[in-house]
Nanobody, 125 residues
Framework: QLQASGGGLVQPGGSLRLSCAISGRTLSSSTVGWFRQAQGEEREFVAAMRWSGSTTKYSDSVRGRFSITRDKAKNTVYLQMNSLKPEDTAAYYC????????????????????WGQGTLVTVSS
């Protein structure tokens, strides 16, 4: 089970940190990721990493502004979002799969079989 939290309203240029608490599964050989879906748009990849920390990947639109990390002790994955823009407004979803995905597959939503509920991020002045 994945439980996402941390969304809210933030001004352009601001920051937010999303959290995704993961329970009920072994994470040692897993991949976790964040995707987002804006109203009227298709779901898109944001960031992903192997739970081991050996591999990470970001979409071009967030690279350099967002950072994905995890806390092994808390079984939680985070998405630190800085320099937020209005176009970052979306529902953000965390996802997981009990496999070590190769780098080229990290951004493929079809590879993930466990999804949390969305948490809404609104970037507006």
């Amino acid at each position: 089970q994945l439980q996402a939290s941390g969304g809210g309203l933030v001004q352009p240029g601001g920051s937010l940190r999303l959290s995704c608490a993961i329970s009920g599964r072994t994470l040692s050989s897993s991949t976790v990721g964040w995707f987002r879906q804006a109203q009227g748009e298709e779901r898109e990849f944001v960031a992903a990493m192997r739970w081991s920390g050996s591999t990470t990947k970001y979409s071009d639109s967030v690279r350099g502004r967002f950072s994905i990390t995890r806390d092994k002790a808390k079984n939680t994955v985070y998405l630190q979002m800085n320099s937020l823009k209005p176009e970052d407004t979306a529902a953000y979803y965390c996802a997981a799969v009990q496999r070590n995905l190769i780098h080229s597959s990290l951004g493929n939503s079809m590879e993930y079989d466990n999804w949390g509920q969305g948490t809404l991020v609104t970037v507006s002045s």
